[in-house]
């Protein structure tokens, strides 16, 4: 069975830095794209970007850009979503993601539970 | 980016109503349209997949339609344990951008 596992919640403050965590099991790590999404409080999905852990090869939203790191460490089978700076706005859930692409179409199949951070200003 | 706009944003139906979300995207998509559904407190969870494709598990009620720009998911007959919010989302190309949302209540 595939499970993804992620980290749990955190309480930081504005500035200082993080990193979470997505713990994939029962799935060859290194085959699947694995993207993160945030949910602001109250409100929708959004995209933030994606790794491929075979190579590291990261891609990001426009939105996201400079403002996020994601990794891998495939000896372990474990992504990672860090901040070096957190604001007040980094207020989220975070999930990760795995996506799945058949015939040109690339659904995200298996989530995490989602990590809450919590950042005060 | 590629604009996903759903509709309506939330509504109010029925056990045993027939249901029909709708999402446009701001350019052709072909098929790469996939939907979610969201309880509170949990991660979102793929309905369809391709615009009409049914995940492995999900009920027979659920359907999806559409090509191009203009999807729709439907539910047949409504049952208790669909409420939630529903999420459209294209992985045509990057970023993978979500319609905002439909808050489905019963």
């Known amino acids: 069975e595939v499970q993804l596992v992620q980290s749990g919640a955190e309480v930081k403050k504005a500035g200082e830095s993080l990193k979470i965590s997505c713990n994939v099991s029962?799935?060859?790590?290194?085959?699947?794209?694995l993207g993160w999404v945030r949910q602001m409080p109250g409100k929708g999905l959004e995209w933030m970007g994606l790794?491929?852990?075979?190579?590291?090869?990261?891609r990001y939203s426009p939105s996201f850009q400079g403002q996020v790191t994601i990794s891998v460490d495939k000896s372990i089978n474990t992504a990672y979503l860090q901040w070096s700076s957190l604001k007040a706005s980094d207020t989220a859930i975070y999930y990760c993601?795995?996506?799945?692409?058949?015939?040109?179409?690339?659904?995200?199949?298996?989530w995490g539970q989602g990590t809450p951070v919590t950042v005060s200003s | 980016d590629i604009q996903m706009t759903q509709s309506p944003s939330s509504l109010s139906a029925s056990v045993g109503d027939r249901v029909t979300i709708t999402c446009r995207a701001s350019?052709?998509?072909?098929?790469?349209l996939n939907w979610y559904q969201q309880k509170p407190g949990r991660a979102p969870n793929l309905l369809i997949y391709?615009?009409?494709s049914l995940q492995s598990g999900v009920p027979s009620r659920f359907s999806g339609s559409g090509s191009g720009t203009d999807f729709t998911l439907t539910i047949s007959s409504l049952q208790p344990e669909d409420f939630g919010t529903y999420y459209c989302?294209?992985?045509?190309?990057?970023?993978?951008?979500f319609g905002q949302g439909t808050n489905l209540e019963i």
């Open positions: 350019q052709n998509i072909d098929t790469t």
């Open positions: 993601a795995r996506q799945y692409c058949i015939n040109g179409v690339c659904p995200y199949d298996y």
């Open positions: 989302q294209q992985t045509y190309n990057l970023p993978r951008t």
């Open positions: 790794i491929f852990p075979s190579d590291s090869d990261t």
């Open positions: 391709a615009a009409s």
């Open positions: 029962g799935s060859t790590f290194t085959t699947y794209w």
